[in-house]
């Protein structure tokens, strides 16, 4: 064992002036917790660990607490995201069709793997167990927009589409 000092991580730092604006609508709302957090969510695209703290102090909860809550459910996430959220079905409907030729095609063109995100933050990519259109398995989405009867080269057209796309 070292007794070299650990290194320190460096403490992310955003504006939280938003995280403040969101507390402050929900303030006076009882079980003001949930809506708190999604709408910080939404603001920054996950939820950042200043805002954690922040959130804490503001509503007078453990954040320990506020953890439960983020790891309870799916929807929260801890890390930052991609703009377009890539999801591919992998259910049976979808695995039959192929599903798995269409994830490691995503693999390749992005060059990220299950829950990852690229490093410019362009894409975030998800294996999901269904996205409930079976008739048109095998199925990708990004973001809202749906895509059915998958093929490689639809993967290519869609990574292209979304490669012109601003990121704003």
């Not at 930052?80 to 693999?107: K, S």
């Amino acid at each position: 064992m070292s007794n070299a000092p650990a290194e320190e991580i460096p403490a992310e730092e955003i504006d939280l002036a938003e995280a403040n604006h969101i507390i402050d609508k929900y303030l006076t709302l009882p079980g003001n917790l949930m809506p708190v957090l999604q709408g910080i969510q939404d603001s920054y695209g996950y939820v950042p660990k200043p805002t954690i703290d922040l959130v804490a102090e503001r509503l007078n909860v453990y954040p320990s607490q506020i953890y439960g809550v983020l790891t309870f459910y799916a929807q929260f996430h801890l890390k930052p995201r991609g703009r377009y959220i890539i999801r591919v079905c992998v259910g049976t409907a979808c695995h039959v069709q192929g599903a798995e030729r269409i994830v490691e095609t995503f693999f390749g063109r992005l060059g990220i793997g299950h829950a990852e995100t690229t490093p410019d933050l362009r894409y975030t990519f998800e294996k999901v167990a269904c996205l409930g259109a079976c008739g048109m398995a095998p199925l990708a989405m990004v973001n809202d927009d749906t895509y059915g009867k998958m093929t490689v080269q639809k993967v290519d057209e869609i990574v292209e589409t979304y490669n012109q796309r601003p990121m704003k």
